[in-house]
């Protein structure tokens, strides 16, 4: 059974920065890419970043780019978001999720985590 489990949300003032990470189990994820997205109280899920598991090749958000990085650790099956220079604007539930596809549309992804609640405030 896949699970995936995010931590490291938080409350953090405007310009400072949080890490996410998400513990991943249930199999290995070597041809799947690793995403994050996001989602605010009647909005879509929003795509934020994404990694190829086996090459490492990322693919950004325009609106996050330069300020996210993401990342992976092999060994240990775990997904990382560096955030920084954080807005009011990226306050939201961070998700992140496996897919065996390309593409960055929330529809093709197969697993998600339950979430982390990241507050920017000014």
């Known amino acids: 059974q896949v699970q995936l489990v995010e931590s490291g949300g938080g409350l953090v003032q405007a310009g400072g920065s949080l890490r996410l990470s998400c513990a991943a189990s249930g199999r290995t994820f070597g041809g799947y890419s690793m995403g994050w997205f996001r989602q605010i109280p009647g909005k879509e899920r929003e795509f934020v970043a994404k990694?190829?598991?086996?090459?490492?090749?990322?693919l950004y958000a325009d609106s996050v780019k330069g300020r996210f990085t993401i990342s992976r650790d092999n060994a240990k099956n775990t997904l990382f978001l560096q955030m920084t220079s954080l807005k009011p604007e990226d306050t939201a539930v961070y998700y992140c999720?496996?897919?065996?596809?390309?593409?960055?549309?929330?529809?093709?992804?197969?697993?998600w985590g339950q979430g982390t609640q990241v507050t920017v405030s000014l």
């Open positions: 990694v190829w598991w086996s090459s490492g090749n990322t």
């Open positions: 999720a496996a897919s065996r596809t390309a593409g960055t549309n929330a529809n093709n992804y197969d697993y």
